[in-house]
């Protein structure tokens, strides 16, 4: 299999969106599927609604955080998708094209709560000085995980590690297919 840096990933990427757009379709199509296995098994690792209510956070409170980071388990749940992100750098230099992401605010939280700080935020309005550490402990005690969750979460990440060999693989030679496909129709060579 052809390696492919990430520079000519980017020519090749936007080449074949612009010259050989279905080929481009047709990669993306494979890759998604692939990433729906993530996506989906990140699913079922999400509470459900009748087992998980750390601290009240599933009673609507008043003001915006209160409504906004209501944890509503099927909402957060079902906001878990596959991405084909923009390319950019990540906070550990890489590009990030294809992902798994839930833009469920509390969702998030749900799935990093405890990663940067397994005590919680350092500063909030709680009167209770280990509000945020009672939040963690009764997060983590909803699914099992331990703090710190050092490059880790609660969900996605999870399902990452659980397929990341086999979607990889099956990404990669998704975008080699479509690169051999594209350089044939153009009279190229692979390899």
């Known amino acids: 299999m052809q390696d492919?840096?990430?520079?000519?990933?980017?020519?090749?990427l936007k080449a074949l969106k612009n010259?050989?757009?279905?080929?481009?379709?047709?990669?993306?199509k494979e890759i998604n599927v692939e990433l729906r296995k993530i996506s989906e098994y990140a699913k079922t690792l999400m509470p459900s609604s009748g087992e998980f209510h750390p601290s009240g956070w599933a009673k609507s409170s008043a003001g915006e955080w209160g409504t906004r980071l209501k944890f509503n388990p099927e909402k957060a749940r079902n906001k878990i998708r596959p991405s084909r992100g923009k390319n950019r750098n990540t906070?550990?230099?890489?590009?990030?094209?294809?992902?798994v992401t839930n833009p469920d605010a509390a969702g998030s939280v749900y799935e990093l709560?405890?990663?940067?700080?397994?005590?919680?935020?350092g500063k909030g309005e709680s009167r209770n000085p280990n509000a945020g550490d009672d939040f963690i402990k009764a997060?983590?005690?909803?699914?099992?995980?331990?703090?710190?969750?050092?490059?880790?979460?609660?969900?996605?990440?999870?399902?990452?590690?659980?397929?990341?060999?086999?979607?990889v693989a099956a990404i990669n030679a998704a975008?080699?297919?479509?690169?051999?496909?594209?350089?044939?129709r153009l009279g190229g060579r692979n390899g």
Do not use: C, W
């Not at 010259?19 to 993306?28: C, R």
């Not at 906070?91 to 992902?99: A, E, I, K, L």
């Not at 490059?151 to 086999?166: L, W």
């Not at 975008?175 to 044939?184: D, E, Q, V």
């Open 4 to 12: 492919v840096t990430s520079a000519s990933l980017d020519r090749t």
């Open 19 to 28: 010259f050989a757009p279905d080929l481009s379709e047709e990669m993306n």
């Open 91 to 99: 906070y550990s230099g890489f590009v990030n094209r294809y992902g």
């Open 175 to 184: 975008i080699t297919k479509a690169i051999i496909k594209g350089n044939a």
């Open 139 to 167: 997060i983590n005690a909803g699914n099992n995980t331990h703090t710190p969750l050092v490059n880790s979460g609660r969900a996605i990440y999870p399902a990452v590690e659980h397929y990341q060999n086999e979607v």
């Open 113 to 121: 709560a405890g990663r940067r700080n397994n005590n919680g935020r």
